[in-house]
Structure formats: structure tokens, C-alpha cells
């Protein structure tokens, strides 16, 4: 007796997006599939300059001859020293972007500046002492 079997093929791993109606689903779906492949990591890497690739090294607390690796011969874990090198350094970054620019807009010596200026722009050269006064003061 023979036994037949029905072979059923099976599914393939989508690599491509395909649009499926799911609120975006099938893109999320690729970019974690291309993160986990560290794709995204690779891209970055290969845009660096060899001083930029050193200094993220250095956050990871790696060997800087490793700037002349690839990504994709550094094992896993090295790899995922470097992505959270870089997370750190883009969280520094943003915190000190978003530092100097509420510090360069709230600066007091701004505003008085400022009313110097129109003081001396009117030719009242007293008043613009005044302020120019002010701010040296706050500057000690």
C-alpha cells in the first residue's frame, strides 16, 4: 500500500513590502525585520567618517582600531555596544541642543540688550549706559 502525501508549500518570508491594508503594517513589519538584521546599523555606519566611528567606539568602550571594521564582521554583541553608543550620544546631544536653546532665548542680558540698542538708536545715550550697566552687572 501506498501512502500519498500532499505537499503543501510553504509560506516564504516576505522580504518586500507589500501593501496589505493594515495601517501600515506590512512597512512596520520590514523595518523590524531590517532592524533586527542591523541593516539600519550598517547604513549608519558606512556614513561615518573615521574619527566619528572612533569617538562612537570609545562610548562603547571598544578598541579604536575596530573604525576600520564593517558592522557586518563585528559579532552581536559588539554591535549592539555601538547601537547603544549612539543612543546615548544622540540622547546627549538632544539634551544639550534643546539646553542652549532655551538658555539663548530666556537669557535676560537679550532683552536688555536690546533696550540699549533702541536707546541708542534714538541717540539717548544715558539710557543705553543704563542698560549697558545692567548687563555688565549680571555678567559678574
Known amino acids: 500500500m501506498t501512502a500519498t502525501h500532499s505537499v503543501t508549500p510553504s509560506k516564504a518570508h516576505l522580504s518586500v513590502v507589500q501593501p496589505d491594508g493594515r495601517a501600515g503594517f506590512g512597512a512596520l513589519r520590514a523595518e523590524l525585520h531590517a532592524r533586527c538584521e542591523d541593516r539600519d546599523l550598517i547604513a549608519l555606519w558606512s556614513g561615518l567618517k573615521l574619527a566619528e566611528r572612533k569617538a562612537v567606539l570609545a562610548s562603547a568602550g571598544m578598541e579604536p582600531r575596530d573604525a576600520?571594521?564593517?558592522?557586518?564582521?563585528?559579532?552581536?554583541?559588539?554591535?549592539?555596544?555601538?547601537?547603544?553608543?549612539?543612543?546615548?550620544?544622540?540622547?546627549?546631544?538632544?539634551?544639550?541642543?534643546?539646553?542652549?536653546?532655551?538658555?539663548?532665548?530666556?537669557?535676560?542680558?537679550?532683552?536688555?540688550?536690546?533696550n540699549a540698542r533702541r536707546a541708542l538708536d534714538a541717540g539717548r545715550m544715558c539710557e543705553a549706559l543704563h542698560w549697558l550697566n545692567l548687563i555688565e552687572q549680571g555678567a559678574e
Open 68 to 114: 576600520l571594521r564593517s558592522i557586518e564582521q563585528m559579532s552581536q554583541h559588539d554591535r549592539d555596544a555601538i547601537r547603544a553608543a549612539i543612543g546615548r550620544m544622540s540622547r546627549y546631544a538632544q539634551q544639550l541642543g534643546s539646553r542652549l536653546g532655551t538658555e539663548r532665548h530666556a537669557h535676560p542680558s537679550r532683552d536688555l540688550a536690546a
